[in-house]
T-cell receptor
Framework: GEDVEQSLFLSVREGDSSVINCTYTDSSSTYLYWYKQEPGAGLQLLTYIFSNMDMKQDQRLTVLLNKKDKHLSLRIADTQTGDSAIYFCAESRAGGGNKLTFGTGTQLKVEL | EAQVTQNPRYLITVTGKKLTVTCSQNMNHEYMSWYRQDPGLGLRQIYY???????DKGDVPEGYKVSRKEKRNFPLILESPSPNQTSLYFC????????????FGEGSRLTVL
């Protein structure tokens, strides 16, 4: 199958950590990505991880990859109201122009 | 400013009336692609292009056409729109045919009555 799955909603309090999860099915994925979509805007690349890595940290963002379970997560430390958005994970597969297959998106709501 | 520009941003039309959504990028990117975004389904690829005069079907190409006559432009054509094509459409481009970050336009919200 080609599904990339995410939970639809996540609500956190400002200052807490957010963890957004994603599962994918294609073990041949080369890169895995996290994109952020703010209201009324297109998607912006947040971070990515190569499939032979377990973890990548970039300021407040930590990406964890469990290749055995085909599970990807994005942790946002000290979540701010400006982090409220839809977050998409995506996997890149070889062939077909290295097509990106996107998950369903997780709506993150940050409450005061 | 480096960008992907789509027009129109919003459009309401009626069933069967041909329309074109334009997409232009000023980054000299080789690869361009169209996606549609629907609630609960994420983004699904409609068509993509690896270079001028080279286009291929994505996952949901039915009811759509594209062309790539110039490197910078990749219009999406709906010859006979139907209500199930009501969606939010995104154009994207990236530098290489197989690598590089995907840059997205701001989206075109289409409603077909």
């Amino acid at each position: 199958g080609e599904d990339v799955e995410q939970s639809l909603f996540l609500s956190v309090r400002e200052g807490d950590s957010s963890v957004i999860n994603c599962t994918y099915t294609d073990s041949s994925s080369t890169y895995l990505y996290w994109y952020k979509q703010e209201p009324g805007a297109g998607l912006q690349l947040l971070t990515y991880i190569f499939s032979n890595m377990d973890m990548k940290q970039d300021q407040r963002l930590t990406v964890l990859l469990n290749k055995k379970d085909k599970h990807l997560s994005l942790r946002i430390a000290d979540t701010q109201t400006g982090d409220s958005a839809i977050y998409f994970c995506a996997e890149s597969r070889a062939g077909g122009g290295n097509k990106l297959t996107f998950g369903t998106g997780t709506q993150l709501k940050v409450e005061l | 400013e480096a960008q992907v520009t789509q027009n129109p941003r919003y459009l309401i039309t009626v069933t069967g009336k041909k329309l074109t959504v334009t997409c232009s990028q000023n980054m000299n990117h080789e690869y361009m692609s169209w996606y549609r975004q629907d609630p609960g389904l994420g983004l699904r690829q409609i068509y993509y292009s690896m270079n001028v005069e080279v286009t291929d079907k994505g996952d949901v190409p039915e009811g759509y056409k594209v062309s790539r006559k110039e490197k910078r432009n990749f219009p999406l054509i709906l010859e006979s729109p139907s209500p199930n094509q009501t969606s939010l459409y995104f154009c994207a481009s990236r530098p290489g045919r197989n690598t590089g970050e995907l840059f997205f336009g701001e989206g075109s919200r289409l409603t077909v009555l």
